[in-house]
């Protein structure tokens, strides 16, 4: 089935598994420890059994980390203090196993594909990189839209094919990650236009900006969330305001929640994304994982209007699918626990 979002289909996500998630409840009140001992983790295995429409749900083994990578053309008008061509040199560290994903995947058993979904400088062949190039980056929400309509939905479609090549070579669990110079400012304005907030509430440093410059930075993400109050559709708000990574973010979240496959969301670019991806396709974040709260201030934002709780609070704001990646284990051990822990000793009747 899809929902009919004016003239663009996108998948009906069905809802969590209510009766999964009761035979979970009732599993854990049989696990052989006090009631409620392992706390939040305990409603992570739930979460899952919701996800997955069984109890116990499958024990994630085989999770993948997509990077997508994509330049913003706000970076021209002084929304960072990094140039664009940094995105291209982030994604040949990832290619070289040198990024900070790339050895926080290592640890937790995690492989990583990275996307040139939108990089502004050329990159030539890179081991472990797929290009999918939209467009040459964006164009600056400082002065117009992102993104044309097309283009945000073959953006969207890189998303969905990725997850969906993903998952069927086995990944039971999908982290998104990205990489772009200036898409902390496209997602502070997506965040901000799809919640109502202001550019002072979602606005902050990201990866940096000029001395004296979040006033600025703010004054950028303002017009653009200006610009986007204009806008219909879901669709129209993510292609003016939004990036070429972010829509690939978006589809890999919309088509792993219609799958019932568990993803976890990292920090604000991805909260950004999941915003619109919920607006696309309404149900995508009941069925979301969130990694960890970021830093910068649209993350709690996009969390707290989509109700959902981070399994870490580490103070991070790197972005790359670094938090989520971290929080994978959480994950593993949650559904481990409730699937493989002894039952409750009967009480001695003697």
């Known amino acids: 089935m899809a929902a009919d979002l004016g003239s663009h289909l996108f998948p009906e996500i069905s809802p969590l598994d209510i009766q999964a998630m009761e035979e979970a409840r009732a599993r854990w009140a049989t ?58 040199a982030m994604v040949a560290m990832v290619s070289s196993d040198g990024a900070a994903i790339s050895v926080f995947a290592a640890a937790v058993g995690a492989q990583v594909v990275a996307v040139d979904v939108g990089v502004k400088s050329p990159l030539g062949p890179l081991p472990g990189v797929r290009t999918e190039r939209v467009a040459a980056g964006t164009s600056s929400i400082a002065s117009g839209p992102a993104m044309t309509v097309d283009q945000a939905e073959a953006a969207l479609a890189v998303g ?21 110079i200036g898409n902390t ?30 006033d600025h930075k703010r004054r950028l993400v303002g017009i653009a ?20 990574e972010i829509a690939a ?10 799958k019932r496959v568990p993803f976890i969301v990292d920090g604000v670019i991805a909260g950004a994304a999941l915003c619109a991806a919920d607006a696309l396709a309404p149900g995508t974040a009941a069925l979301a994982i969130a990694g960890h709260r970021s830093s910068e201030p649209a993350a709690p934002v996009a969390l707290d209007c989509l109700g959902l709780g981070p399994l870490l609070d580490l103070d991070l704001r790197l972005g790359e699918g670094t938090g989520a990646c971290l929080a994978f284990p959480l994950v593993q051990a949650a559904a481990a626990a409730l699937a493989d822990m002894a039952d409750l000793p009967e009480p001695d009747q003697g």
Do not use: K, N
């Open 249 to 258: 973010l978006a589809g890999l979240y919309i088509i792993a929640a219609e």
């Open 225 to 244: 969330i200006e610009r986007a109050a204009a806008c219909t559709e879901p669709l129209e708000v993510l292609a003016t305001v939004g990036g070429l």
């Open 31 to 88: 696990r052989a420890m006090p009631p409620g001992a392992l706390g939040r983790l305990q409603e992570v295995a739930v979460h899952l059994a919701g996800i997955a429409g069984v109890c116990p749900p499958p024990v994630p083994r085989r999770p993948v980390v997509v990077v997508f990578a994509g330049d913003h053309g706000v970076v021209a008008d002084g929304a960072s203090a990094w140039p664009s061509e940094i995105t291209a």
């Open 185 to 214: 400012t496209a997602a502070a304005a997506l965040i901000g236009a799809l919640t109502g907030r202001s550019a002072r509430e979602v606005t902050g440093t990201g990866a940096g900006v000029p001395a004296g410059g979040l």
């Open 160 to 180: 969905i094919r990725m997850a969906s090549e993903q998952m069927e070579a086995g990944a039971d669990c999908l982290i998104g990650g990205d990489l772009g």
